[in-house]
């Protein structure tokens, strides 16, 4: 157990529709990242929380938002959903800014399907 | 230049073997190559991460070993378990970038 949590676990919902997915990050952990895991595109990061402020941002779509609140749990919103957002989610929690350089911890994931 | 290149994209192994990944990447800015490990149904974890002021670092059986000049690192797994079974991920990452970069993913079958 990573200590991250995420929820939902799974999501089913209609395309044009609006999602949100939470986690919480492990204790102490300032940082939080949103991750996208599709079979043809492998694990894809999508933008970086750190103590409430975004500092780096990957190939995140327009449609979707992010942010960390001050207890820094962490909503990703997905709207105008589309057949190909259909994917898992992760999110994965590191102590400090640096995410490039130290472990990122990793929850079980939120597996999104998109009708 | 930020992309991580992984192959194989599977791989089977039978028990006792050597399972080898490799990865390659261009931007001479990382310094940090970390391997995940991931089980069906749960999120990645850490397994072994390598800086690239050494060529090599072992933990256990697994062997993490770093080519800086060809810009190329791999995973070995030695007596290859089972349990081992599970799809495998380089990554590449640097302070300027505090994000981490993933390759495609190996997915490795060990058969007993």
């Known amino acids: 157990d990573s200590g991250v949590t995420q929820t939902p676990k799974h999501l089913i919902t209609a395309t044009g529709q609006r999602v949100t997915l939470r986690c919480s990050p492990r204790?102490?952990?300032?940082?939080v990242y949103w991750y996208q895991q599709s079979l043809d595109q492998g694990l894809q990061f999508l933008i970086q929380?750190?103590?409430?402020?975004?500092?780096a941002k990957g190939n995140i779509l327009e449609r979707f938002s992010a942010q960390q609140f001050p207890d820094l749990h962490s909503e990703l919103n997905l709207s105008s959903l589309e057949l190909g957002d259909s994917a898992l989610y992760f999110c994965?929690?590191?102590?400090?800014?640096?995410?490039?350089?130290?472990?990122?911890?990793f929850g079980p994931g939120t597996r999104l399907l998109v009708l | 230049q930020q992309q991580v290149k992984q192959s194989p994209q599977s791989l089977i192994v039978q028990k006792g073997g050597i399972s080898i990944i490799n990865c390659a990447y261009e931007?001479?800015?990382?310094?940090?190559f970390p391997w995940y490990q991931q089980f069906p149904g749960k999120g990645p974890a850490l397994l072994i991460a390598?800086?690239?002021?050494?060529s090599e670092k072992k933990e256990g059986r697994f062997t993490i070993s770093f080519n800086k000049s060809a810009k190329q690192f791999s995973l070995h797994i030695m007596d290859s378990q089972p349990g081992d079974s599970a799809t495998y991920f380089c990554?590449?990452?640097?302070?300027?970038?505090?994000?981490?970069?993933f390759g495609t993913g190996t997915l490795l079958a060990v058969q007993p």
């Open positions: 931007n001479t800015a990382f310094d940090y």
């Open positions: 990554a590449a990452g640097s302070g300027a970038t505090n994000k981490l970069i």
């Open positions: 994965a929690s590191s102590p400090t800014l640096a995410g490039g350089r130290e472990t990122q911890y």
């Open positions: 929380y750190y103590n409430g402020e975004e500092r």
């Open positions: 390598i800086r690239p002021d050494v």
């Open positions: 204790s102490g952990d300032l940082s």
